[in-house]
């Protein structure tokens, strides 16, 4: 298996798929275009999406023998169900901006991005069902789970005593879930029981591991397209912030005090955010996501020895690297 080369090729096929799919629908006599479609091209397509749900569908899929061809609509429900996610949580977060561009929200209004994170939702379980109706039973439950872990993350606003076991839930919920369904839909077609339970815990600890690299360069300021220390700003408890106000008292006060206003100024969230990174939390987060990167390797057990079995476990070590080269820059 050439996989740069299948890769590439395959994720070609997922975006064919795609545009086919986000073509306009039915939308009855005398109407000009179809809204809900419009806003779900302008979130799916060409908007810099890294497409890694559809890559780790056809790396697991490889690992076990699954034809690519039986794995392009596969591919695109994890992109289509992630995409869906996108445009309910800028809603909930009222966000302004996604990969550089305006969000669904800001520009058509609150209930186009519902209603099209909706219709994305349907359409990818449609698609499904015409593959293995298996595929849409976890698919659904995903979905679930994504869902009860996003309200959790609204309720945790500002929560600067939130246990880590609930901020590891959260994490596995928005985005382990679906990794690992990933995964577990590949080894479903394989008709691989014991596959099915190695991606999915592999891509459950990927996910949280995927999160804690995020909440890591918010405070390193790394993140493309995102404002430093936005998590700071907008009183989310990550990782980070929360192993840092466990060391500095002083800071716990600055934070409760920050948080209790309803606008945080700039130069107060740099202070609040440079004493964080201070505190050596970023180091400690980084720990806590090479064990859950450790984790999922173990997971993967015997499925590494392979070429795409192999892709899977070097992404998972690519995180680790990458997130270790940014403190270390960070440092220099």
């Given at each position: 298996m050439d996989v740069a080369h299948e890769l590439t090729e395959f994720l070609g096929q997922?975006?064919?798929?795609?545009?086919?799919?986000?073509?306009?629908?039915?939308?009855?006599?005398?109407?000009?275009g179809d809204t809900l479609m419009d806003a779900a091209r302008h979130l799916c397509l060409g908007a810099g999406g890294k497409r890694a749900r559809p890559m780790l569908v056809r790396l697991f899929g490889g690992a076990v023998g699954v034809p690519a061809s039986r794995l392009v609509d596969v591919g695109v429900a994890a992109e289509m169900i992630h995409s869906a996610s996108l445009l309910h949580d800028d809603v909930v977060d009222a966000g302004m901006f996604r990969r550089g561009r305006p969000t669904v929200n800001a520009?058509?209004?609150?209930?186009?991005?519902?209603?099209?994170?909706?219709?994305?939702?349907?359409?990818?379980?449609?698609?499904?069902?015409?593959?293995?109706?298996?595929?849409?039973?976890?698919?659904?439950?995903v979905v679930s789970e994504m869902t009860r872990a996003a309200i959790a993350e609204v309720e945790a606003r500002g929560d600067m005593d939130l246990p880590l076991t609930r901020l590891r839930y959260i994490a596995e919920g928005k985005t382990g879930?679906?990794?690992?369904?990933c995964g577990k839909a590949a080894a479903t077609l394989a008709d691989l029981?014991?596959?099915?339970?190695?991606?999915?815990?592999?891509?459950?600890?990927?996910?949280?591991?995927?999160?804690?690299?995020?909440?890591?360069r918010d405070i390193l300021g790394t993140d493309v397209g995102k404002p430093r220390y936005a998590d700071v700003h907008s009183r989310t408890p990550s990782l980070p912030?929360?192993?840092?106000?466990?060391?500095?008292?002083?800071?716990?006060?600055?934070?409760?005090?920050?948080?209790?206003?309803?606008?945080?100024?700039?130069?107060?969230?740099?202070?609040?955010g440079s004493a964080i990174e201070?505190?050596?939390?970023?180091?400690?987060?980084?720990?806590?996501?090479n064990v859950e990167i450790e984790a999922a390797l173990d997971k993967l057990g015997p499925y590494t020895h392979g070429a795409a079995g192999a892709e899977l476990a070097g992404w998972a070590r690519k995180l680790s690297e990458g997130i270790a080269d940014q403190v270390k820059g960070r440092a220099a």
């Open positions: 997922v975006e064919q798929r795609l545009v086919t799919l986000l073509a306009d629908g039915d939308v009855g006599p005398d109407v000009k520009r058509w209004g609150n209930i186009v991005a519902v209603m099209s994170g909706d219709l994305i939702l349907s359409t990818a379980l449609s698609q499904l069902s015409l593959l293995d109706a298996r595929l849409v039973q976890s698919g659904l439950a879930s679906l990794f690992g369904w029981p014991e596959a099915v339970e190695r991606f999915d815990a592999f891509g459950r600890h990927l996910g949280v591991a995927f999160q804690i690299a995020d909440d890591i912030i929360l192993l840092a106000v466990s060391r500095d008292e002083s800071l716990r006060r600055k934070l409760k005090d920050a948080w209790a206003f309803s606008v945080i100024t700039p130069e107060r969230t740099r202070e609040i201070a505190t050596g939390a970023v180091e400690a987060s980084m720990q806590r996501m």
